[in-house]
Nanobody, 125 residues
């Protein structure tokens, strides 16, 4: 059974950086899209960033462009989300997701069928 394991969340101050990791066990990410989504208290879960494993196309939400970078390590079967210049509004539970159908539209969370447990990111002002 495929599992996604996230790590790297924490409590930081405004302007700091964090790197989230998403590792897959049970299979590789090949032929999948892998995305990061976040959910803040009282809000719906929203798209943050995604990458198509095959071809490497990358997508970002407007709110994180220029600050966040998604990348992958093929050998480790891991996707990273480097988050720089963090703001209090970035505070949320961040989820990693993967799915083959998501390659059609990596920004659509409905197309992802594998989800991690989530990791908390808190940015204090």
């Amino acid at each position: 059974q495929v599992q996604l394991v996230e790590s790297g969340g924490g409590l930081v101050q405004t302007g700091a950086s964090l790197r989230l990791s998403c590792a897959a066990s049970g299979r590789t990410f090949s032929s999948y899209a892998v995305g990061w989504f976040r959910q803040a208290p009282g809000k719906e879960r929203e798209f943050v960033a995604a990458i198509r494993w095959s071809g490497g196309s990358i997508y970002y939400a407007d709110s994180v462009k220029g600050r966040f970078t998604i990348s992958r390590d093929n050998a480790k079967n891991t996707v990273y989300l480097q988050m720089n210049s963090l703001k209090p509004e970035d505070t949320a539970v961040y989820y990693c997701a993967a799915g083959s159908k998501a390659t059609m539209n990596p920004t659509d969370q409905r197309l992802y069928n594998l989800w991690g447990q989530g990791t908390q990111v808190t940015v204090s002002s």
